[in-house]
């Protein structure tokens, strides 16, 4: 009876003045009540490894949860987003017990629940308006991205809107470089800031089994060093692509046996590589299942990404996902840290840090090339402290407990 009761509610919400997760979806607040609703626009989208873990992990720790999916962002990673009912269906396959708590964004939604979580500022501020008319308190991830930029108006405005909401309970943020803007600029205090750095990372990638050592390189071995990182502007200045090109292509001229691999956004239409072509493979985006697959293979990642190029104030977490990755599967990782966000790893002991610049790329490249015991002995530090830092006992637990306390 109660759900011919809720049928009915839903035709008379769709001829009202009603709030949207989307111009074609209808909020109501049902009968059937969850502890947690989440909400992504990309979700379970196969190329975004860290969500799938997170999210997955949430659904599964409560009981009582769902996630509603708007897919507006496979755009961004330039996918159909018909492709969405598929990635949720694979989603499912792999994790029966959860198709109920998969909810595409459809004509109407329920929203009734105790505790609202997102991640992302744009996420939590499209949100806010219907958090606030149903008093639904919510906790979300300020991650680096997602419209968040420093010293921005839009972003600012965004931020005391949402940091001031009566339903707002907390956010956890990853970098300390948010954690003090946050504080210093007064958008809320210390005691509504749960600090957790890094970030979210598929389990798998630290459980695998990956060779602990690899064979000496002679002469007639090829020396692999890549670059992953999204395209979001032209020749993709944020990330430094232009220079691994430019160091590439440096480095091309004086060792045979180095070969170059980009994963991501980039083909050979960024940048002109016609004197490496036959030393250059471009893989476009890679699920984080497949990224294994290809970093088995790699000696280095370049990651000379830099901040406040894409947009003023816009800036990258420390260290990347992709990063991360490569990491997990025994590379030496090379990466910049112009806003002094590292809080864990050591240079030259856990990586290597470098300017973005072609120059320091093919000077780090050239020292491990030229001395296999360094480039081993990052390897094995690199490999233990990632797998301690991005463990789900140090990234989720500290976020369930967080939610817990709220719900």
């Known amino acids: 009876m109660r759900y011919e009761i809720e049928k009915a509610i839903k035709k008379i919400y769709k001829y009202s003045k009603l709030f949207f997760f989307t111009k074609k ?179 798998h990638s630290l459980v695998t089994n990956v060779v602990e050592t690899k064979e000496e390189h002679t002469e007639q071995d090829t020396f692999n060093v890549c670059f992953c990182a999204a395209k979001y502007m032209p020749k993709g200045l944020d990330k430094g692509y232009d220079v691994f090109i430019e160091a590439a292509l440096s480095l091309s001229k004086k060792y045979n046996k180095v070969r170059f691999h980009v994963i991501g956004g980039f083909d050979l239409d960024d940048l002109d590589v016609t004197r490496i072509k036959d030393k250059i493979v471009f893989y476009g985006y890679q699920n984080h299942e497949s990224l294994k697959t290809i970093f088995d293979r790699m000696d280095v990642i370049v990651s000379p990404n830099k901040a406040f190029v894409l947009h003023k104030g816009a800036f990258d977490g420390f260290p990347l996902g ?16 112009e806003l002094e966000q590292n809080e864990t790893f050591i240079p030259d002991v856990d990586f290597i840090l470098i300017q973005s610049t072609a120059i320091s790329i093919v000077e780090a490249v050239e020292r491990l090339m030229t001395n296999d015991e360094l480039a081993q002995r990052i390897k094995e530090n690199s490999l233990q402290k990632f797998r301690t830092v991005y463990s789900n006992e140090t990234q989720m637990n500290p976020r369930i407990a967080v939610l817990k306390k709220y719900i």
């Not at 873990?53 to 949860?65: D, I, M, P, Y």
């Open 25 to 203: 979806s209808v909020l109501y607040r049902g009968f059937r009540s969850v502890d947690l609703l989440i909400f992504d626009d990309i979700f379970p989208h196969p190329v975004s490894g860290f969500r799938l873990e997170e999210f997955t992990v949430l659904l599964q720790r409560f009981e009582k949860s769902k996630i509603v999916v708007a897919p507006t962002a496979y755009v961004v990673v330039n996918s159909n987003i018909k492709d969405h009912n598929r990635d949720c269906a694979l989603f499912v396959k792999q994790f029966p017990n959860l198709k109920s708590k998969v909810r595409i964004n459809k004509k109407f939604v329920n929203i009734n629940t105790k505790l609202f979580y997102c991640i992302f500022i744009h996420n939590i501020f499209n949100n806010l308006h219907w958090l606030e008319k149903y008093k639904i308190p919510f906790v979300f991830t300020l991650y680096p991205g997602g419209g968040f930029k420093l010293n921005d108006i839009e972003c600012d405005f965004k931020l005391r809107k949402v940091l001031s909401s009566p339903q707002f309970r907390q956010v956890i943020v990853t970098q300390k470089i948010t954690r003090d803007y946050l504080v210093t600029n007064g958008f809320c205090s210390e005691e509504n800031i749960t600090f957790v750095f890094g970030g979210v990372v598929p389990q």
């Open 322 to 337: 992709t990063v991360i990755e490569a990491a997990l599967n025994n590379v030496v990782v090379l990466m910049t840290d």
